[in-house]
C-alpha cells in the first residue's frame, strides 16, 4: 500500500463517522466529495484541503501548510498539507474547518441517481 493509499484510508475513516462523502479520483489522488463539493483529497504530495478563501491566509500559517499551485497560479481557498504533519489529530483539525458543508449542494448530487434500465431485447421471430 502506497503512502497516498494510506492517506486516503485515514481519511476515509476519520470521515466515516461525520459524514457521507463520495470518492472521486483526482488531481492524482483521491478526492472526498460532499454534496457534490470536494472537501479533502488525498494524493502523494499531501493533503489537499478546501478552506475557502476567507479562510485562506490563516490556513496557511499552520504548521505544514502551502499555497496549491496549479500551472504557476496560486488556487486562493485551496491549501497543501505536507505528509510529514499529518498525525491523525492534525488530520481531523484540518477536517474541522468544514468550509465545504457551507457551500450549496451541486443539484446533481443532491438529486437521488436513477437506475439504468435495462437495454431491450430484440422480439423473436416466428
Known sequence: MSADD???ATVRNALA????TREV???????FMLSGNMLVAASPRGL?????KDAHVDALT???????IMKGRTMTGYVF???GVLTLRV????L???FVGKLPAKPWAAAPQRAKRPAKRPKKRK
Open 91 to 94: 488530520l481531523k483539525a484540518w
Open 62 to 68: 499552520r504548521v505544514g501548510a502551502r499555497p496549491m
Open 48 to 52: 489537499l484541503v478546501r478552506v475557502g
Open 17 to 20: 463517522r461525520t459524514c457521507l
Open 81 to 83: 498539507v505536507d505528509p
Open 96 to 98: 474541522a474547518l468544514r
Open 6 to 8: 494510506d492517506l486516503a
Open 25 to 31: 479520483h483526482m488531481f492524482g489522488g483521491t478526492a
